[in-house]
């Protein structure tokens, strides 16, 4: 509200400067005076603006130079020139402020995440509240067709989720009493009565949010550049127009010819366009890249996504699903169902997923005062169930045990499960590869980066399996998170730019440590968010293109912008300086290109990625 306000003021003060303006024309007698008095109006906030800078020693920047070309403008008694001018540019600066606050609109309304209120349950009756006000463990209601306010839990009802917002996909999320939900995502069909656990202020929404909207505190590569650049160009710009003047002006005694001249140029020299539209373009591919799914924390990630020559993945959770399935039961003088339901009873304590799978696929209830002295052990657990000793783990702990088997071939995470020291059988667990992996490694390699990595904890009979299936050719097994480190630590040397792609919470120090670390984070993960600089908020690892295809986007408006403004404003100062180019030629170099680089900066939010 004080924002628009501010500007309204602006717009009001340019209407009656303008009026001031034209009654100079039909005034002969107080023209003069209208024109200062318009001048004063229009210009008071930045000559004070201006004055402020360069008390702080900030002297050379677009706002001095534009104050400095009107105020030579009225030296040279071209006063009706020198007042267009200021005119111009104090609409210009409005235009531009509107176009870049409503290009954050756009993308806030493109992200179309946030709750304006609450259904808050209080002693059995629904009061609509601000969603900052509920706290964690108060009850909220949410009915269908309503965006979800605030992360929790569902404690009553069962409905279709919309995560589109949040995941950059339209396929809907089945949700019932236990599951866990996220603020910004829709309720498309029943009930929920949901308990808070996280205020709004620590939301998932309000983290996207926040990142997004604070993206510019890492800028990129271009951005920095350009901000040097218009440090070393406006000073060498003012010496030029000095020089333009004095010089020709002494030669030929005639500073009024040549001090417009260097007016034209001052004019002309104004770096707004580079400085705004660049900054604009960057928060645009961001916001785009946040629509899709995938969470950029700064221009800077968004620019690395072209740079990197290295891919290194983590396995589990990020090239396969981390869901555990029972895909063989091979039973040695005991039937295959009777050897799932022991094993399935011998694991009724553990909570390991390989256990949770083993009795997910028996799908049984568990008798469970059967089971005696449970004990988890190096490799697996021991357990007496019915008088009966029970080993189950992998091959090395039930061989030193003194328990007889032989070791299978099959490819997967094998448990062996022995009775008294007589081999029962196995059962093989695998990692179902995630459906995206194989088609996102191909598409990378398409892209050029052939050097494909992947590090792994699990043996390397399975990372290898793994890897030829997907068609990474490169891999290392059995690791430690510290050796995933020294790895990446190695490959930096070698590398431009090292790119990690992991889960987001056992990789957090190899996310760290990596040129541009990427976590399969899932929905709304903090450590996720904390530890790497893009999350994929759906753990789909095609998304990597997608933002690669943005990134790109992005960094092409951004050249054509820089090339636009330099090539016009290049023609204008030649032009300028030998005495082709008055002053509204200078205005449109720019405000006028500034105007046009902003326009061609929307079109990232209206690009689609391939």
């Known amino acids: ?125 629904e009061k609509s509240v601000n969603p900052s006000k509920v706290k964690v463990d108060d009850i909220i209601i949410v009915k269908p067709g309503e965006k979800i306010p605030l992360d929790g839990v569902v404690l009553k009802g069962e409905a279709s989720i ?42 998932t929404v309000s983290k996207i949010l926040n990142l997004i909207e604070n993206s510019d505190q890492e800028k990129s590569h271009t951005e920095r550049f350009i901000t040097k650049f218009a440090k070393i160009y406006t000073p060498v710009v003012v010496f030029m127009a000095l020089g333009i003047f004095l010089i020709p002006g002494f030669i030929t005694n005639d500073y009024a010819t040549w001090g417009y001249r260097s007016l034209v140029f001052l004019v002309t020299s ?22 899709n799914g995938v969470l950029v924390k700064n221009s800077n990630s968004l620019d690395k996504l072209l740079a990197v020559d290295e891919i290194i993945f983590d396995k589990t959770g990020t090239i396969t699903e981390g869901v555990f399935e029972v895909v063989k039961v091979k039973g040695n003088g005991i039937s295959a169902k009777d050897l799932l339901a022991i094993t399935a009873l011998c694991e009724c ?87 995206t992996s194989k088609k996102t490694i191909s598409e990378l390699k398409k892209r050029g980066i052939k050097d494909l990595v992947m590090l792994s904890g699990d043996n390397e009979d399975i990372v290898k399996n793994v890897c030829k299936k997907v068609g990474i050719n490169r891999y290392s097994a059995e690791l430690l998170p510290q050796d995933k480190v020294l790895y990446l630590k190695e490959a930096k040397k070698e590398k431009v730019s090292v790119m990690f792609v992991g889960d987001g919470v056992n990789d957090a120090p190899a996310l760290l440590v990596s040129d541009l670390g990427v976590s399969m984070g899932g929905i709304g993960s903090d450590a996720s968010i904390e530890a790497s600089d893009i999350v994929i908020m759906n753990d789909d690892l095609s998304k990597i ?20 403004v330099l090539i016009i404003k290049l023609i204008v100062l030649l032009t300028a300086a030998l005495g082709y180019s008055n002053i509204i030629n200078a205005v449109f170099a720019d405000v006028g290109v500034t105007l046009i680089t902003i326009v061609n900066t929307f079109r990232i939010l209206h690009t689609k990625t391939k």
């Not at 540019?89 to 995440?113: F, P, T, W």
């Open 545 to 564: 293109n997608k933002a690669i295809d943005i990134s790109h986007i992005t960094k092409k408006i951004v050249w054509q912008n820089i090339s636009f």
């Open 1 to 125: 509200m004080k924002n628009n306000l501010l500007k309204n003021g602006e717009l009001i003060k340019i209407i009656i400067a303008s009026i001031l303006f034209v009654l100079s024309f039909c005034i002969d007698e107080y023209g003069l005076i209208l024109i200062f008095l318009a001048y004063i109006i229009v210009s008071f906030d930045l000559i004070v603006e201006v004055a402020s800078n360069i008390l702080k020693g900030e002297i050379f920047d677009e706002k001095f130079l534009m104050l400095i070309a009107t105020l030579g403008a009225f030296i040279i008694e071209q006063y009706n020139e020198g007042l267009a001018v200021m005119l111009f540019y104090q609409i210009g600066e409005l235009i531009n402020d509107k176009a870049v606050d409503k290009s954050r609109e756009d993308i806030i309304k493109l992200m179309n995440l946030r709750s304006d209120s609450a259904t808050l349950l209080v002693d059995g009756q």
């Open 162 to 203: 919309d995560t589109s917002s949040i995941t950059g996909e339209s396929k809907p999320s089945l949700v019932k009493e236990g599951s866990r939900v996220i603020s910004g995502t829709v309720n498309m069909s029943g009930v929920l009565e949901i308990r808070v656990s996280s205020l709004f202020k620590e939301s």
């Open 270 to 291: 104004c770096p707004c366009a580079l400085v705004l539209s660049i900054p604009l373009a960057y928060f645009s591919g961001i916001g785009i890249c946040s629509k």
């Open 349 to 435: 304590h553990s909570a390991h997923p390989i256990a949770l799978s083993i009795k997910e696929r028996y799908g049984k209830e568990l008798d469970t005062t059967k089971v005696k002295n449970y004990k988890a052990v190096d490799g697996g657990i021991t357990v007496t169930i019915d008088q009966d000793k029970y080993i189950v783990g992998n091959y090395n702990l039930l061989h030193q045990n003194k328990v007889e088997l032989s070791k299978t071939t099959d490819i997967g995470t094998v448990v062996y499960v022995s009775r008294n020291g007589n081999y029962l059988g196995y059962i093989l667990i695998s990692d179902r590869i995630k459906p």
